[in-house]
């Protein structure tokens, strides 16, 4: 079985770095409560956290969760402290949460963590004061993959867990993405390989239906989230036909959704392109979880 536990540098950073430098001009918007550690479910033995930003006004918002990326192995919540508190800012409840790494959990302890997360908010909806027909799941790289199974995956398609929370639904209605890996049966560089085998505990041959079950694409049905996918045409983890299949699969199922590949852009970006993939995600979440135009 091969494995590894090497995460690349730019898996560690990219969704640290894409949206701190538009964060000073956010600044002050509004007051936000901000709740760190707080626990939401269990996996396994282990304790899950999260940390809360609330926009501080007593009616119904929606809420967004964030994900962090690292390919699944590494990674930490708090690196999205400042975009919590900017959504917070513009008037959303917004939370990033942890979830178990692997390869000391394998896939589907991530799966299952992301989702108790949600349930949580939504079983603690009237004291966090957010709308549960309103949820967004934003995520950068392996977290992004976890946020479009959010927006993907009804309850008949299992990977629920036993965190905590049963009562409540796990799907959210708006998915934000940044360079997700969509399809894990798909042809990937071997860097990736070893990734994503790493996430899942054996290869491809060796564990055929957890691949399958792993990946977004395999449960795109007409009513889901819709998506806003972001991809790099020279991303040298996740090949921009990853965001191009998923294309293809929401255009049969008649999900909406928007695409933007950046072409010549490698695993993640700044500048000009980041202001604008800025603007275009805020705008986004706000169509289809606030109605605005």
Known sequence: MRRTTIVPAVLLLGA?????GGLAAQEAKRSVEFRPDVE????????????????????????????????WAAGNRKDLDFVVKEAAQRGYVAATVSYRL??????????EDVKCAVRYLRAHADELHIDKDKFGAFGFSAGAHLAMMLGVMDPEDGLEGEGGWPDQPSKVQAVVSYFGP???EAELPPVSV????NFIGGTKEEMPDA???ASPLTYVTKGDAPMLLFQGTKDRLVPYAQAWVMTEALTKKEVPGKVEFLVGVDHGWGGKDLERSQATSWAFLDKHLRGLP
Do not use: M, S, W
């Open 16 to 20: 640290v770095l894409l949206f701190q």
């Open 102 to 111: 692997c390869p000391k959990h394998p896939f589907p302890a991530q799966v």
């Open 211 to 213: 691949y399958k079950r």
């Open 194 to 197: 070893g990734l994503v085998n």
């Open 182 to 184: 969509t399809d894990l």
């Open 40 to 71: 939401y479910g269990r996996g396994g033995e282990e304790t899950l956290r999260l940390n809360l930003a609330l926009p501080g006004a007593p009616e119904k918002r929606p809420c967004i969760v964030f994900i962090h990326g690292g390919a």
